[in-house]
Structure formats: C-alpha cells, structure tokens
C-alpha cells in the first residue's frame, strides 16, 4: 500500500519545501490538503495568517513517498 507525505511549499522563502507529515494514506493526504488552513490564500487562523505575513504564499500539497 502506497505512503504519502505532506509537504509545505512557498513561493519565496528557502527552502522553497517543507515536509510536515508522513506516512498518511491516500484518503488522510487529500483530505489534509482540502483544509482551508493548508494555504496562505484561504486561511483564517492568526498563526496561518502570521506565517503569510512573515514568509509570504505557501501551500500544503502531497506526494507518494
């Protein structure tokens, strides 16, 4: 059965990846990365907000480990 692996990605900052989780599942993966908080554009939680701020766009996407 296949892994996969959470990883933060931003536009400006280096390093540009981040890996944040491991070892989900399909399902745990997309449905980690649906959340309106695994992206600078759509989150609204202040900590969200406050790494925006600091680091510029990022997003949360998923790969096959």
């Keep these: ?3 996969y692996k959470i990883v933060r990605m931003y ?3 280096f390093p540009n990846k981040r890996v944040i ?3 989900l599942s399909l399902e745990q993966a997309q449905a980690w990365c ?3 908080e695994t992206s600078s554009s759509t989150c609204k939680k202040h ?3 406050k790494r925006t701020e ?3 766009a ?3 996407g998923y790969s096959e480990e």
Excluded: C, E, Q, Y
């Design 1 to 3: 059965m296949a892994s």
């Design 11 to 13: 536009k400006d900052h």
């Design 21 to 23: 989780a491991r070892g």
């Design 34 to 36: 649906k959340d309106p």
């Design 47 to 49: 900590h969200n907000r």
């Design 54 to 56: 600091r680091i510029g």
């Design 58 to 60: 990022w997003f949360d």
